[in-house]
């Protein structure tokens, strides 16, 4: 054999071997895209639970109703759509993925206002729902791993702002409002056994005497990425507190919902914020000292208006309380296909998609 002809043989045959243990190395991570998404509930509450009498209630709750028929779901829906498309996480964690029932005319409420009456039971909006609708319509392929139901209320709206009509306080129709948090997941990506539960510290306050409980609460599955195996968990702490209910919360996350082996990444809304004078950290500062890291492109999270239709300025988002934890400090951020979306597009109606950002997170998962 001459010379020249050996040398490339040789050659050829030592990059057939090396790549066997660089090929090794490469497979022993895998890319994986999850989302966290706040989808706003529709309507600031504070004019129905902040109200100082049940007249003033269903007056508060009259301006719910019309901001959340302004807010206009549906349509803010395609817009979440488009994110959730064009990001394709494997595991989108949803957080305020409401249901909206009324009742017209009203019989005060529903429980827990009094007995003999009914809840709401015919749907205004059902968030998962339209969602889903609009990313089939949009070709992509997701399933819904499954929700859980948080804060729950109705009440009496007043939404014509007239006493003279409806029936007490003016009330035209009761509104009830289910909190959910939900997982959806992308076809192709494996997801095990759906699990849920709600906090045992909640937020509790009254409205004219009737007692309300915040519930929140987190939600999992099992989930595999090629060869990459871990826990996906989505969560939404408390936002009405001082910070020591959101701080007992993410507690109980580490304790219950997290407790075990193995890899987990945590998204949610944790209204939580380390870096703001603001808000406080309690939750984040509770996460890390349990051994969790974040891994989100930075940037605030929060600060669209109630109405959704404020100008693209970013001075208004102020906090960062939209997160991704990872338990594996070898789980690392991949900038590239990271992202934080939902201040750049509006709807068609001048709407912005939701409060709050899209947190979108591409991670290099270890498989071994």
Do not use: C
């Not at 009498?53 to 803010?76: F, H, I, K, M």
């Not at 064009?86 to 305020?96: C, D, F, I, M, S």
């Not at 089939?136 to 939404?159: H, I, N, R, W």
């Not at 509770?286 to 970013?314: C, I, Q, W």
């Amino acid at each position: 054999m001459k010379l020249r002809t050996f040398v490339p043989v040789v050659v050829a045959m030592g990059a057939l071997a090396v790549p066997a243990g660089a090929s090794a190395a490469k497979d022993d991570k895998e890319k994986v895209t999850v989302m966290s998404r706040n989808l706003y509930l529709g309507a600031d509450l504070n004019p129905a639970v902040g109200a100082p009498s049940l007249e003033a209630a269903v007056d508060g709750a009259g301006v719910v109703y019309n901001q959340l028929v302004r807010t206009d779901y549906p349509q803010r829906a395609v817009a979440l759509a488009a994110e959730i498309k064009k990001a394709k996480p494997n595991l989108v964690g949803l957080q305020e993925a409401a249901i909206w029932h009324e009742q017209i005319p009203s019989d005060l409420g529903g429980p827990p206002i009094g007995p003999g009456t009914v809840a709401a039971s015919d749907v205004k909006y059902d968030f998962i729902q339209t969602l889903m609708a609009e990313l089939k319509a949009a070709g992509e392929k997701y399933k819904l791993a499954g929700s859980q139901p948080e804060f729950t209320g109705e009440l009496p709206a007043d939404v014509d702002g007239s006493d003279a009509t409806g029936s007490f306080a003016g009330a035209d129709l009761d509104i009830r409002l289910t909190m959910r948090d939900a997982i959806l997941v992308r076809k192709g990506t494996k997801a095990g056994k759906f699990k849920s539960a709600n906090y045992d510290n909640a937020f509790q306050t009254d409205i004219s005497g009737i007692p309300v409980t915040a519930d929140r609460g987190w939600t999992s599955v099992e989930a595999e990425v090629g060869d990459a195996k871990f826990r996906f968990v989505n969560t939404h702490l408390e936002s009405f507190d001082d910070g020591t209910i959101r701080e007992a919360q993410a507690k109980e996350l580490v304790k219950k919902a997290l407790k075990g082996k193995g890899r987990q990444i945590v998204v949610g809304d944790f209204n939580s914020d380390p870096t703001d004078p603001s808000n406080d950290g309690l939750a984040y500062d509770a996460m890390e000292k349990a051994g969790y890291e974040r891994r989100v492109v930075s940037g605030t999270t929060f600060g669209h208006t109630a109405d959704l239709d404020n100008p693209n300025d970013a001075g208004e988002f102020v906090l960062t309380i939209d997160h991704v934890f990872v338990n594996d400090p070898k789980i690392k951020l991949v900038k590239k296909g990271s992202a934080l979306v939902g201040d750049t597009v509006m709807t068609p109606g001048g709407l912005w998609p939701s409060d709050h950002l899209g947190v979108v997170s591409r991670l290099s998962v270890p498989t071994k």
